[in-house]
């Protein structure tokens, strides 16, 4: 039993150990396989340092690399070529110390704080040789990031631009280069002078510039001279010789028989012309490649060489400055003008769309107002009072909407010349006289006289016409107080005025929501009040305009006081008395027969039929209907006063007629009021500047008629 027991561990050892050997052995195989693989793997890569380090080593320009300190790590032969010092003079040593004399064009301090910034700098250095001599040097300098994205220090790309700075020839070339940007009127001329001082320095009868969309891959052919081939059209990225300059961002070379076995190994296409000397250079700006600049030969008597390479290299960088710099100013002055275009659209526009619309309504708004007041049936004065609500409604709409859109678009206006405040209060109110009656309400007004604000008399007759107009729509029983006195606000004198009523008022938790476009407290399908919502958030635009303030004080169910404290004039007299003096007296009544007549000169009916009636009891009145046939009327006889429109349809416009009719004998001094659905900002300053007494804008009620003309005879 024992011996059994034996056998049986010595067999089963046996087994283990021979388990175990067998399991060592490929273990053993496959670390020796892994080894030889590593091994294998690390001749390899120490094959391709070293053919790295040869292709550095063979490089003509001087490649160096430093660490964190600048002191210098490797220096391959061109370095060796470029300075004299081999290796193992230099390797260990303090780049700024036996190299650096001075910095040509860029302060050290630029220099590190673009490396910090962005990582890279290019630009150009004066460098000491071993032999004391100076070597001007283009450096391309970039910091070195291991795997981790830490920096490890630096690696400079150094070319010996010595001959090239030297030559007074090339810098001039470069001097005049930049130039061209500032004087160039166009692409055109930009290239064509390139290509004038690019064969100041050799042959270039066939040259051409190429740029590229890199986005879109296209390239294009803006300046192309060549005896052999003509311009190509716009095209995708191909496999020429230009899209290999563009795309490795580096100079091309090649001699015939180099094209052909390019050509051969299917390296690249020939997509012109053959030729006997090629030589392209990319057109480099910031690390982005804009195009190629490309000279060819088609005579082995002009064969390009790797001097004509390096001076094209040279003047290249100045080429693509220029080249961008012209674009950028192209682009501007193209989106200046599609804006100036833009803002002259909308202009003419909104001031087509401004008369288009006040024309009518003058006849809609007048003649309803004539209906109630010559209407005895109570029916039919109510269903006028209804049209002439409906369409005060509609005027109040697009008033808001013009006022919101003048201010938004127009930036010539000057905001800020003497306006009265009393003539203005007193013209609004009166305006708004009859709405309020309509409603029964009392209006009262203060106004002191010689009060100016500093403002603009249309944006100011809409700001107390909006609040006014406010005012009226939420008040249905009492009164409506208009007040303007001086005051002084924050140490400066000031005008304050304000807009009380007895109306609805207003909570104080929607103060500032009254002030916004389009809103009111009462809102959706089921609000109280119609309108748009615009006039008070306008009113405060004009306040802001003006320089000024709004507020509010309301108590619900008791009323409400609207105020503005606009800038006063009285600290700019002077300015008060020169707009005094620029106001035109009203022209003495001109010496006239008994029977002189008022001229009308407006080519629509509905508005002819309206002011003949709004006129013809109280003075004598003719019309007619173009400009022409007023100049002819004028001839033939003398009037007293002229209505005249502008827009006069076919002919010569409200305008000319004007100017042609004051050449007459006898119409110097005779009034002529423009008479216009022309309203917009800015309108009124217009008119009267082109020569016109005085201007009434549509839609006018007949007592604003009647204003104007007393004002203008001498009756007011």
């Not at 028989?257 to 296409?269: F, L, N, V, W, Y």
């Not at 501007?332 to 288009?356: F, G, I, Q, W």
């Not at 405060?540 to 006063?568: A, D, H, K, N």
């Amino acid at each position: 039993m024992t011996l059994m027991m034996f056998l049986f561990l010595l067999v089963l050892v046996v087994l283990v150990l021979g388990t175990l050997w067998i399991l060592f052995s490929r273990l053993e195989k496959r670390y020796r396989r892994k080894y030889l693989d590593l091994q294998q793997e690390q001749v390899q890569a120490e094959n391709r340092i070293a053919y790295q380090h040869s292709l550095l080593q063979q490089v003509n320009d001087a490649i160096i690399t430093y660490d964190q300190d600048q002191i210098i790590r490797s220096w391959n032969q061109g370095a060796e070529s470029v300075y004299g010092w081999n290796a193992a003079e230099v390797t260990g040593k303090y780049a700024g110390g036996s190299l650096r004399v001075g910095f040509h064009g860029a302060e050290k301090e630029l220099i590190l704080k673009a490396l910090e910034e962005k990582g890279y700098w290019k630009g150009e250095l004066v460098h000491r040789r071993k032999d004391g001599t100076t070597a001007h040097i283009l450096t391309s300098t970039s910091r070195i990031k291991d795997v981790a994205g830490k920096d490890t220090g630096l690696i400079s790309i150094n070319k010996d631009i010595t001959e090239l700075m030297e030559s007074d020839k090339v810098r001039k070339t470069v001097y005049r280069i930049s130039e061209l940007a500032n004087t160039a009127m166009s692409m055109d001329d930009l290239f064509t002078g390139i290509h004038v001082l690019i064969e100041e320095l050799m042959d270039a009868r066939n040259m051409y510039i190429a740029l590229a969309d890199p986005a879109k891959e296209v390239l294009t052919f803006p300046y192309f001279v060549d005896t052999s081939d003509e311009r190509p059209l716009p095209r995708s990225f191909r496999h020429g010789l230009t899209e290999k300059v563009i795309r490795t961002g580096t100079p091309v070379l090649l001699n015939q028989s180099e094209i052909r076995g390019m050509a051969d190994r299917q390296e690249i296409e020939i997509l012109s012309a053959p030729a006997v000397s090629w030589l392209g250079v990319p057109l480099i700006m910031e690390r982005r490649i804009l195009g190629a600049l490309v000279l060819k030969s088609y005579t082995p008597e002009v064969i390009y060489s790797d001097e004509e390479k390096q001076m094209l290299i040279y003047v290249s960088e100045q080429i693509a400055l220029s080249i961008h710099r012209l674009t950028v100013q192209q682009e501007l002055v193209e989106a200046r003008d599609k804006a100036e275009t833009s803002n002259r659209l909308t202009k003419s526009l909104l001031a087509n769309m401004n008369h288009e619309l006040r024309t009518p309504m003058n006849g809609i708004l007048g003649f309803a107002g004539l209906m109630v007041a010559d209407l005895d049936d109570p029916q039919q004065r109510k269903r006028a009072e209804n049209i002439l609500v409906s369409g005060r409604r509609l005027m109040n709409t697009l008033d808001s909407i013009m006022d919101l859109s003048y201010l938004e678009s127009t930036q010539e206006i000057q905001y800020r010349i003497p306006v009265s405040v009393r003539q203005t209060v007193e013209a609004v109110c009166d305006k708004y006289e009859s709405l309020a009656s309509g409603k029964n309400l009392k209006m009262e007004r203060t106004a002191d006289p010689d009060q100016y604000i500093l403002g603009h008399e249309h944006l100011f007759r809409h700001l107390i016409g909006h609040l006014l107009d406010n005012a009226i729509k939420f008040t249905e029983k009492g009164s409506i107080e208009v007040r303007a006195a001086r005051i002084l606000h924050k140490d400066r004198p000031s005008v304050r005025i304000s807009i009380r009523d007895t109306g609805i008022g207003v909570a104080e938790e929607d103060f500032g929501l009254i002030f916004d476009a389009f809103r009111q407290v009462s809102e959706g399908y089921g609000r109280r009040f119609e309108g748009t919502g615009l006039g008070l958030s306008i009113a405060r635009r004009i306040v802001e305009l003006f320089q000024g303030e709004i507020g509010v004080s309301s108590t619900p169910g008791e009323g409400s006081e609207f105020f503005v404290i606009l800038p006063s004039a009285e600290g700019d007299w002077p300015a008060v008395k020169q707009e005094r003096k620029m106001r035109k007296p009203a022209p003495p009544q001109v010496q006239a027969p008994a029977h002189a007549e008022i001229l009308l000169v407006e080519d629509n009916a509905a508005n002819i039929q309206l002011t003949l009636l709004y006129l013809e009891k109280d003075y004598p009145i003719s019309f007619t209907t173009s400009g022409s046939s007023a100049i002819d009327l004028c001839m033939e006889r003398q009037y007293r006063c002229i209505l005249m429109d502008i827009n006069l349809g076919g002919g010569i416009d409200g305008i000319e007629t004007m100017k042609e009719i004051r050449k007459l004998k006898g119409f110097d001094k005779v009034p002529i009021i423009a008479v216009t659905g022309y309203a917009a900002l800015g309108d009124r300053e217009r008119f009267l500047g082109e020569g016109f007494d005085e201007y009434l804008p549509k839609p006018f009620n007949r007592e604003e008629m009647h204003r104007v003309l007393r004002k203008v005879l001498g009756a007011d």
